[in-house]
């Protein structure tokens, strides 16, 4: 059963997010948006969005600390267990906590808002409800977990870390996280759901977040494409004379 | 020396009646679609007048445009590129829908559904938005001739810089119209604020495009142009802006606002200039320098180096030719009569205005005095200081020089032409006074007044010979091919992005065979009247049929 569940259902999972966002890219770039809101409400959006956004750039921030840095690093370069527990607490709290606030916010927003909730999809219904279930069951695992301590302490860095770096480098072991509490078990296979859905959601914007910005020149200048004039390829047997 | 031609666009404001004729056209051309229900791509304010979106033109509000920094540099005035970044979750400076307009309908059928009753039953506006009733308070054209402006106009960003009260009793005020579309700026700060780099000017004829497929609804861009020519389309997620009607340029033809203006006085020719020397002209420290630093930018076609440095560049011979007979040219550079709207904006626009003389005509013949009497007009441009700084405000950034040395010569082509008019003879000491020849003044008036269609439009076509493939003339496409184009899952704008004749095409039958108002339930057929081209039956107008009858 944990051979099922903690290594085909996420290696499923994983390929569906690959695979489909290269088929999401090749076919739908016109749909590959945002799809922001702010035309139809500005007032919540203005603090519901950075609220969330900035404390998910934290979480996911965390998460790669957390999940992807070995223990015996941070030992090495001397930082202590309990040094590296309080930032993580402290520092997970605080991004959570936002996060949480801000997505609050947006879903309150999306129901309450006519115009909001008219351009709402079945997609971004679900998108929500596996985004809220992640981030709550992540909220509550350091909140159980590293604070209050329900169930006894668990290191995670020990467990579900060592096994997701063994998922990611294909030899995976599914005992570790077997031996996870539930909280830990049930955060990791939604959030393997919501990687799955990822790529037919609003959410691939995230790939397209614009860094390249930073650096390109303002102005963009582009010749018209003559390899493909139009929006379509010119069709088979029709040559081009010039 | 680095030379680029750009497709540009002069228009005559003496001549617009305010029809609106260049709206509806192009509404009807581009953006009678679901999701640009509150698009104008072209659109015409009554001045003085808050414009649309309201109040635009104040850029310490809204933030659009470039400034300079303390040590001349140009920046966005948005914000660098790192602040544009991180207020990229919520746009600080996004005008809401209100600052446009909601769009509505109203539903008809109440009118022919409702049971018998005493009173006449009346169809209620219904918001395109939110699908519910609505309490209609603004509009694309609120103000227009001046209505109501006793109430709002005092909000004109423009009035607020200029020094005297103005008044909206009736008798004293004046009034003119204002054509609006993209300016397709040589230094555009839309493509600069766009995150993705989807906007781009293309090299061939300047025409500045949004990338359907590169855009990513970041929406920085609708707040980063100063002239608010970038629109959300709220249903695909994506930017859209005036295209300059490319379609049409490609083969020659002029934009639909061009080709529809009831007043004939767009025109319509292509500009050569040197691209190495625009953003030095763009950083020009005095504001009211711009005008000239622009104009200086533009090469003369017929200089046989510039012509060599075109050739390199690899500006096609009919091109050049073309550039040799531009309107726009001789109406910017020969006779210096068109001015650019708000170069303080440093985004050095190319669609230019020839400022109006009909203010001050009026004022004179109101009084009774000869409104073709050289002397008259000029006094009267003296001493009506009120239109003329306000037109100062619009188009050389509150320098009343230009504008002056323009209605002069609008004025003195009036007094000239009317001794030919009259059979009497010309009086050369009309032409000197505005240091222009006789001859020169002639021309110009066959420019403005009675230029034929091949005159006003100057458009050399691109590259005849790859014509058919084209996006309008797509010979090879047949409009089946093309599903709905729409996974309502993933948003409305999801699929392959659709030609814009085959958009209209389907449109149509969506209208034709629809049966809702607005309701959310069929979104792309969901039109107001406005967008109704006089085919089929627009939605809610009738009792839905049968399916089968
Ligand atoms: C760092 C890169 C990111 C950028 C630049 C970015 C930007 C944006 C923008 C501009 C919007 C539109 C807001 C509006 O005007 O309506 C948006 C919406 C949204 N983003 Fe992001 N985002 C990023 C990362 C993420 C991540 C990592 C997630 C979640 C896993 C996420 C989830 C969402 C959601 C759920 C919405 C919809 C909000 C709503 O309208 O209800 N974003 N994002
Ligand atoms: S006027 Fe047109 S080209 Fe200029 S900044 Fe605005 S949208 Fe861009
Ligand atoms: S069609 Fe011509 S005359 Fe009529 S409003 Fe437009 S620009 Fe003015």
């Known amino acids: ?242 | 020396m680095k030379v680029m031609a750009q497709m540009a666009m002069v228009m005559n404001l003496d001549k617009c009646i305010g029809c609106h004729t260049c709206s509806v056209t192009c509404k009807q051309a581009w953006t009678n679609r679901s999701g640009t229900e509150y698009v104008w791509f072209n659109n015409v304010e009554t001045r003085p007048g808050l414009g649309y979106p309201r109040t635009y033109e104040d850029q310490e509000k809204w933030q659009g445009g470039w400034e300079l920094t303390k040590r001349g540099r140009m920046k966005l005035k948005g914000g660098g590129r790192l602040k544009n970044l991180m207020t990229i979750f919520s746009n600080p400076k996004l005008p809401s829908i209100n600052e446009y307009y909601e769009p509505w309908t109203y539903d008809y059928s109440t009118l022919t559904d409702a049971p018998a009753q005493e009173h006449t039953p009346v169809a209620r506006p219904k918001s395109l938005i939110s699908g519910k009733d609505l309490k209609i308070e603004w509009s694309a054209n609120w103000d227009d001739d001046l209505g109501g402006s006793t109430a709002t106009a005092h909000l004109d960003p423009m009035l607020a810089k200029i020094a005297d009260k103005v008044k909206f009793e009736f008798e004293q005020t004046f009034m003119f119209y204002l054509p609006r579309i993209c300016e397709h700026c040589l230094n555009p700060s839309c493509a600069a604020s766009c995150p993705s780099g989807a906007i781009y000017k293309r090299a061939e004829d300047g025409i500045v495009l949004v990338d359907q497929d590169r855009c990513r609804g970041w929406r920085k861009c609708v707040s980063g142009c100063p002239y608010k020519k970038v629109y959300f389309n709220h249903r695909t997620g994506k930017a859209e802006k005036c295209t300059f009607c490319f379609p049409r340029i490609e083969v020659g033809l002029p934009t639909v606002c061009a080709e529809t203006c009831v007043g004939r006085l767009r025109y319509i020719g292509l500009m050569l200039y040197d691209a190495d020397k625009v953003l030095e002209a763009a950083s020009t420290t005095d504001d009211q320098g711009l005008y000239e630093a622009q104009r200086d930018v533009f090469l003369d076609p017929s200089d046989p180096e510039v012509i060599r440095e075109a050739e390199k560049a690899g500006i096609a011979r009919n091109w050049i030719d073309a550039a040799q007979r531009s309107p726009v040219y001789a109406l910017i550079n020969t006779y210096k009569v068109a001015l650019p709207l708000h170069p303080e904006y440093r985004t050095m626009p190319m669609v230019w205005y020839i400022p109006p003389l009909s203010p001050v005509v009026e004022v004179v013949a109101e009084t009774g005095e000869d409104a073709e009497n050289k002397g008259n007009l000029f006094a009267a441009i003296d001493a009506l200081r009120i239109p003329v700084e306000y037109l100062a405000e619009l188009f050389t950034a509150g320098d009343v020089g230009p504008v002056d040395a323009v209605l002069r010569k609008l004025a003195a082509m009036r007094c000239y032409l009317r001794d030919i008019n009259l059979g009497r003879d010309p009086d050369a000491s009309i032409p000197a006074a505005v240091g222009m020849s006789e001859e020169d003044m002639y021309d110009m008036y066959r420019l403005l007044a009675i230029a034929k269609y091949d005159e006003r439009y100057v458009i050399p076509p691109a590259h005849a010979e790859q014509a058919h493939a084209l996006e309008e003339l797509s010979t090879e496409c047949s409009v089946s091919e093309y599903g709905g184009g729409q996974h309502d899952l993933f948003g409305e704008g999801s699929g392959v992005p659709t030609p814009i004749a085959v958009e209209n095409f389907q449109m149509l039958q969506d209208r034709q065979t629809s049966d809702s108002l607005s309701g959310p339930e069929n979104k792309s057929g969901r039109v107001n009247l406005l967008n109704w081209d006089g085919k089929g039956s627009p939605p809610g107008m009738f009792p839905p049929k049968d399916a089968d009858s």
Request: glycine letters at 10%.
């Open chain 1, 1 to 242: 059963m944990s051979e099922f569940l903690f290594v085909v259902v996420p290696y499923l999972c994983l390929a569906t997010f690959v695979v489909g966002h290269l088929w999401r890219y090749r076919y739908d770039k016109f749909g590959w948006t945002t799809r922001s809101s702010q035309l139809y409400e500005n007032r919540l959006l203005r603090i519901g969005s950075p609220l969330f956004h900035f404390g998910l750039l934290g979480v996911v921030g965390g998460h790669i600390i957390g999940l992807l840095v070995p223990e015996s690093w941070t030992d090495a370069v001397g930082i202590s267990e309990r040094m590296y527990h309080v930032v993580a607490v402290v520092g997970g709290l605080l991004a959570g906590l936002m996060t949480v606030a801000g997505m609050a916010i947006l879903i309150y927003r999306r129901r309450t808002v006519g115009p909001v909730f008219s351009a709402t999809t079945v997609m971004d219904k679900v998108m929500y409800a596996f985004l809220a279930v992640v981030i709550v069951l992540g909220m509550w695992n350091t909140i159980a977990g590293s604070i209050l301590t329900i169930g006894g302490e668990y290191d995670y860095r020990e467990g579900v870390s060592v096994w997701y770096r063994s998922f990611l480098a294909f030899n995976p072991d599914a005992t570790l996280m077997a031996a996870a509490p539930l909280g830990f078990q049930l955060h990791a296979l939604v959030a393997f759901g919501l990687f799955a859905l990822w790529p037919f959601t609003r959410l691939v914007h995230v790939f397209s977040a614009p860094l390249g910005y930073l650096t390109r020149p303002y102005i963009v200048y582009r010749s018209r494409d003559d390899s493909r004039l139009g929006s379509h390829r010119p069709r088979r047997g029709w040559d081009r004379t010039g």
